[in-house]
Structure formats: C-alpha cells, structure tokens
T-cell receptor, first 112, second 112 residues
Framework: DAGITQSPRYKITETGRQVTLMCHQT?????MFWYRQDLGHGLRLIYY???????DKGEVPDGYVVSRSKTENFPLTLESATRSQTSVYFC???????????FGEGSWLTVV | SQQGEEDPQALSIQEGENATMNCSYK?????LQWYRQNSGRGLVHLIL?????REKHSGRLRVTLDTSKKSSSLLITASRAADTASYFC????????????FGTGTRLQVTL
C-alpha cells in the first residue's frame, strides 16, 4: 500500500512551460493538500481540497491551478512556470475525522 | 507569513543528550502538532497537543504548550544519531482547523 504517490519525483523544466505534478492516494482521505518547501520559508500551503470538486486557496496560490475530479487524485499545474517556482512540492492528505496530515515523498522541481 | 517560528534554527548535540526545540505562534489554535523530516523525505507526524492540554508524552518525546505565551516546546530525551532530522511545529488555527500552518523548522544534528 503506497499511501501517497507523487510523480514525477524530479523534474527540470524551462521558464514558461506548463508543468503538472501528480498526486495519488490510496486511503480515500477526504482532505488533500499541496505544500511547497523552500529554504527559509518552511512549508507553505498552495491549495487544498476538502473533497472531490471542492478546492480552496492556501497561502501562496498564485501561478498554480488544481483540480480534484476524483477523491484519490489531486494534480497541481503550473500554467507558465517561473524560476521562483523552483521548489520541493509535497502532496499531503488527511482523513475527515482526523488531525494528522500524511505526506508524500515530494516532487523536486527546477525551473531554468 | 508563517504562523510558527521555531527556535533554534539549528541544533547540534551529542548522542545521549536531550534536545529542546521551541515554537512560537501568532493566533489562537485548536491544536499544535510536531512533525519530523529526514533529509530528502516527506514529513512524518510525531505528536499532537490540543489547546486545552499543557503537556503530552510519547516515548522519548515530551511536548508542552503554553497558550498564554503562544508557545510550545518539543523535548527529545536521550537523543540518538537516528534522531538527526528537521523538526517542524504546525498549528491548526481556530476557524481553519482543516489545514495546518507550518513553521520554518529546527535542524537537529545528533553526533556519536
């Protein structure tokens, strides 16, 4: 049982290109989150979703788009990548009745 | 802006010593959680303390919470080399308990 699978794990892309980071969970947790982790900033919430077809902005949503057509998938799209979006991106989930957040292994994205 | 700020940013101790990390936050919380991140990996939940609790233990971990000072501390007793990691506090704020806001983390190095 993989729990949370993020893909790709490593990606190098060029400025202006569209990039989609995938997140798949096998637990059927209601909540899904996307965080980015940067040195000096810790983890910052980009978007989150309480259920399929329900998404909401986090602290740093600009330049990102999410969708959640199925409970198990929560893709994050950078519509036109910028160098400032070079970061490590973590997908996470949380069950409806719990408090603990479970993290994926991260996607390392470099925008050149 | 970050809700939680950890102190110190980095801590180096010898195996067998105790490690104390502090976290300060800004707004009212439902609960405060501590997570651990090994290098290159996702975060893993360690312990949760609710706003009406003052102290909690889990194995070698001891967490305290002082809501009047808006601060928490994580004590790891009898540290081991395997405790080397980054530690983050995260708050579930009153009114937005569905998502966590993370601090910037403390990097702990335990040497033999």
């Amino acid at each position: 049982d993989a729990g949370i699978t993020q893909s790709p794990r490593y990606k190098i892309t060029e400025t202006g290109r569209q990039v989609t980071l995938m997140c798949h969970q096998t637990w059927s947790h209601s909540y899904m989150f996307w965080y980015r982790q940067d040195l000096g900033h810790g983890l910052r919430l980009i978007y989150y979703s309480a259920a399929a077809d329900i998404t909401d902005k986090g602290e740093v949503p600009d330049g990102y788009v999410v969708s959640r057509s199925k409970t198990e998938n929560f893709p994050l799209t950078l519509e036109s990548a910028t160098r400032s979006q070079t970061s490590v991106y973590f997908c996470a989930t949380r069950p409806l009745s719990g408090n603990t957040i479970y993290f994926g292994e991260g996607s390392w994205l470099t925008v050149v | 802006s970050q809700q939680g700020e950890e102190d110190p940013q980095a801590l180096s101790i010898q195996e067998g010593e105790n490690a104390t990390m502090n976290c300060s936050y800004k707004t009212s919380i439902n609960n405060l959680q501590w997570y651990r991140q090994n290098s290159g990996r996702g975060l893993v939940h360690l312990i949760l303390i609710r706003s009406n609790e003052r102290e909690k233990h889990s194995g070698r971990l001891r967490v305290t919470l002082d809501t009047s000072k808006k601060s928490s501390s994580l004590l790891i007793t009898a540290s081991r080399a395997a405790d080397t990691a980054s530690y983050f506090c995260a708050t579930a704020n009153t009114g937005t308990a569905s998502k966590l806001t993370f601090g910037t983390g403390t990097r702990l190095q335990v040497t033999l």
